[in-house]
C-alpha cells in the first residue's frame, strides 16, 4: 500500500514537472527587435528597412515582428542610398517646362531640382563626406566632414570647457582654443585648413572646429573626460527661435542630417552650441519631441568640465549657402512631393497630431488673421461673410498667437485644412503641414514674390496669390523704419469678387484632386 502511495506521489510530481516543463516551452518569445524604439510614419517603415539591412533581418527572423508588411517593399528606398534604383525612389519631382537657364531638357530640370531640394541634396552631401581625422585603431576618434564642414560626424570627441570665454556674442568664433575640442586620430591639418571658405555663424562648423586638435592621449580611456556622454549626440547652432520660417529651417536640416547619419531614434542628445550667457526664446519648443524625448541642453551646461562624446554629429544649418530653405535658389517651373513631405509626415507622427478625413461636399478653409501692426486685412469681416454665403465652404478664422493658441493646436488646425489663406508672413510655414491636397493662398506677397511660393514647391502643394494689383489696396505706402516706404509696413483690403474668384478655384482644386478623393471614398466606406 505505502509503495502505491509512493508511486501516486511520484507519477503527480511526474506530471505537474511535465506541465511546468510544457508552460516554460510555450511562454511568448522575446522579440528580437524593439519594436517600440522605431517610431516612423507607416509609409517611411520599408525605407528605413531597406536602409538599415540589419533591422529588416532581425524583422524577418521575429514572428512578432509589427513591419512585416512593410517587408515586401524592401525595393523601396529614399534615393541616396547605393544601388537604389531610380524607378524605387520615394519620390521624383515634376517639371512643366525647362527653364533654359537652368537646364535643357525636362529630364535635366527635374534632375537638377532633385539634387537642389529633394533626397538627391542628401545624396550631394554624403557625396562630399571626407574624413579629416583618421583613427588608427578601434576606439580611436575620427571626424569625418561635408563640403565647407556643413555637416560633420565625429566619435570619442574631447571638448574641454574649463575656460569658457562667454560673452554677448552667440556664436563667437574665438570661443574654442587649440587643444580644447579634438580627439586621438590622425589629423590632416591641410583638408581641415582647405574647408573654412563659408566660415560664417549659421553656415559653417568651421568656427567651432578650426581648432580641432590631434591629441596624444586618448580622452576616455585615459581618464581626461569629468563627463562621458554615452548617448549619441548633435550639435546645432539655431536661427531665431520666435520666427516660425527661420526657426523651422533648424528643424528641416536637423531631418536631413537624420538621414545623413541614417539614424532616426529619439534616444539622443541635442545640444545648442551657443557661446553667450543667454537662455533661447523658443516659440516652438513642442517641435523638438519630433526629435529627441529629453530637452534641449545648452552647451552652458557643461562649462568647467571636459566633456567627451562617444558618439556626435554637427547638424547641418539653417542659413548655408545653397541651403534649405533660407533664400534657396531653385530652379523654376518644378516641384516635388518628396524630402519636405516626409519631413512634415515625421514631424505630425512624432507629435501625434491626428489628421481627419476630407469631408464629403465640404471644403475646409483657414484664414489665418493678424493681430500685428502690420499686414493686416482691413475689409476681413466682409471677406469671411463672403466665405459663408458658399454652402461647399466650411470657415474657420485663427490667429496663432502662441500664448492663446498652443503651437500643437495650431499644427492639428493646419493639418486639417484643405484651403489655408493668409498675408504674407511667418505664419505661412505652416503650409509645410497641409495635406497634399491643399492649397496654400497667400493673399498678398507684399512683392516678396518667392519665399512661400518656393516653400509650397518644396512641399509640393498648389501656390496661389493675389494677380490683379488694381483690386488689392494698400493703407498708405507703408513705413519701415529705416528704408522708408515699404510694401510689408501697411496694411490692405482686397476686392471681394477678386477674392472669391481666387478661393473657388483653390476649391475645384481641392476637390479634383486624386488624394482628396480617395480619402473621401476611404471615410465613406
Not at 547605393?82 to 525636362?106: E, H, I, M, Q
Not at 586618448?218 to 520666427?243: R, T, W, Y
Not at 464629403?360 to 502690420?374: F, N
Not at 497634399?436 to 511660393?453: K, M, P, T
Request: aromatic letters at 12%; proline letters at 5%.
Amino acid at each position: 500500500m505505502l509503495l502505491l502511495v509512493a508511486l501516486g506521489i511520484i507519477s503527480s510530481f511526474a506530471v505537474v514537472t511535465t506541465e511546468k516543463a510544457e508552460k516554460i516551452n510555450h511562454k511568448v518569445p522575446a522579440p528580437l527587435l524593439n519594436h517600440s524604439r522605431i517610431s516612423l510614419p507607416p509609409e517611411h517603415v520599408p525605407y528605413f528597412l531597406y536602409n538599415n539591412k540589419r533591422v529588416a533581418k532581425q524583422c524577418r527572423l521575429d514572428r512578432l515582428c509589427p513591419f512585416k508588411d512593410a517587408l515586401q517593399d524592401l525595393p523601396a528606398c529614399w534615393g541616396y542610398e547605393k544601388n537604389c534604383d531610380p524607378g524605387k525612389r520615394f519620390s521624383y519631382p515634376v517639371c512643366t517646362k525647362a527653364d533654359s537657364a537652368w537646364a535643357r531638357s525636362l529630364e535635366a530640370a527635374q534632375e537638377l531640382f532633385w539634387k537642389q531640394a529633394d533626397f538627391g541634396y542628401v545624396k550631394e552631401r554624403l557625396s562630399e563626406l571626407k574624413t579629416l581625422c583618421k583613427a588608427s585603431k578601434p576606439g580611436d576618434s575620427s571626424l569625418r566632414c561635408s563640403s565647407h564642414t556643413r555637416f560633420c560626424k565625429a566619435t570619442n570627441l574631447y571638448l574641454d570647457l574649463r575656460k569658457p570665454r562667454r560673452s554677448h556674442e552667440r556664436y563667437r568664433e574665438d570661443f574654442i582654443q587649440t587643444g580644447e575640442i579634438g580627439g586621438c586620430c590622425r589629423l590632416n591639418k591641410r583638408s581641415l585648413a582647405a574647408e573654412g571658405e563659408h566660415k560664417s555663424p549659421l553656415q559653417s562648423w568651421y568656427a567651432e572646429l578650426q581648432t580641432y586638435t590631434e591629441l596624444d592621449f586618448h580622452p576616455i580611456q585615459d581618464g581626461h573626460c569629468d563627463v562621458v556622454i554615452e548617448k549619441p549626440s548633435v550639435f546645432m547652432k539655431l536661427d531665431a527661435g520666435v520666427n516660425m520660417y527661420h526657426h523651422f529651417c533648424d528643424f528641416v536640416n536637423l531631418y536631413i542630417s537624420q538621414h545623413i547619419n541614417n539614424s532616426f531614434s529619439s534616444d539622443i542628445n541635442i545640444i545648442m552650441w551657443d557661446t553667450s550667457f543667454y537662455g533661447y526664446g523658443d516659440l516652438f519648443g513642442e517641435t523638438w519631441r519630433a526629435f529627441s524625448e529629453d530637452d534641449i541642453i545648452h552647451l552652458k551646461t557643461y562649462d568647467s568640465k571636459r566633456v567627451c562624446f562617444k558618439d556626435a554629429f554637427f547638424s547641418l544649418l539653417p542659413r548655408m549657402r545653397y541651403g534649405l530653405f533660407y533664400n534657396t535658389p531653385l530652379i523654376s517651373d518644378c516641384y516635388s512631393e518628396g524630402m519636405f513631405r516626409a519631413f512634415s509626415q515625421h514631424v505630425l507622427h512624432r507629435l501625434n497630431i491626428p489628421r481627419d478625413a476630407p469631408k464629403e461636399g465640404r471644403v475646409r478653409v483657414t484664414l489665418l488673421a493678424r493681430s500685428t501692426e502690420y499686414r493686416r486685412i482691413l475689409n476681413q469681416v466682409e471677406l469671411v461673410n463672403a466665405l459663408k454665403t458658399v454652402p461647399l465652404l466650411e470657415v474657420n478664422v485663427v490667429d496663432y498667437k502662441y500664448k492663446d493658441v498652443p503651437f500643437l493646436v495650431q499644427l492639428r488646425i493646419t493639418s486639417n485644412s484643405d484651403i489655408f489663406i493668409g498675408m504674407h508672413g511667418a505664419g505661412l510655414t505652416h503650409l509645410l503641414f497641409l495635406p497634399d491636397w491643399a492649397v496654400i493662398f497667400e493673399l498678398y506677397n507684399c512683392q516678396d514674390e518667392s519665399c512661400y511660393r518656393d516653400l509650397a514647391r518644396l512641399r509640393g502643394i498648389r501656390y496661389v496669390t493675389w494677380q490683379k494689383m488694381d483690386k488689392v489696396h494698400p493703407q498708405d505706402k507703408g513705413h519701415h523704419p529705416t528704408l522708408g516706404d515699404h510694401p510689408k509696413f501697411t496694411n490692405y483690403s482686397f476686392d471681394v469678387g477678386e477674392f472669391m474668384r481666387l478661393v473657388l478655384e483653390a476649391a475645384e482644386y481641392v476637390t479634383h484632386h486624386p488624394k482628396w478623393q480617395r480619402r473621401t471614398l476611404h471615410d465613406e466606406l
